[in-house]
């Protein structure tokens, strides 16, 4: 499985961006898709994750309300819409593929396959 992530740029607190995923085989309705990200000096963090082609979906606190993951199985792509981003969303987002069970959802070793990331900067 090949994850490719784009969408990344720069944005304006408050403003929106929306990150795709593209998978080279069908993932979204066999494995957990999740986003994570990593802040310059920070460890890599959880942001969401999406189960069961989105018949469950799991988030961080810090963007529950605000983020939306979804995917497009036709298309092999999983998406992240982030909304009144916040400088604090300034980080490199990934997205990752991998069969955790629910306890472990958060937990970036529970991936095996990881996209090569896309920036994302929200100035105040």
């Known amino acids: 499985v090949q994850l490719q992530a784009s969408g990344g740029g720069w944005v304006q607190a408050g403003g929106s961006l929306r990150l795709s995923c593209a998978s080279s085989?069908?993932?979204?309705?066999?494995?957990?898709i999740a986003w994570f990200r990593q802040a310059p000096g920070k460890e890599r963090e959880f942001v969401a994750a999406s189960k069961w082609s989105g018949s469950t979906t799991y988030y961080a606190d810090s963007v529950k309300g605000r983020f939306t993951i979804s995917g497009d199985n036709a298309k092999n792509t999983v998406y992240l819409q982030m909304n009144s981003l916040k400088p604090e969303d300034t980080a490199v987002y990934y997205c990752?593929?991998?069969?955790?069970?629910?306890?472990?959802?958060?937990?970036?070793?529970?991936?095996?396959?990881w996209g090569q990331g896309t920036l994302v900067t929200v100035s105040s």
């Open positions: 085989v069908r993932t979204f309705n066999t494995y957990t």
């Open positions: 990752a593929a991998g069969r955790p069970i629910t306890s472990t959802i958060r937990a970036s070793t529970s991936y095996y396959y």
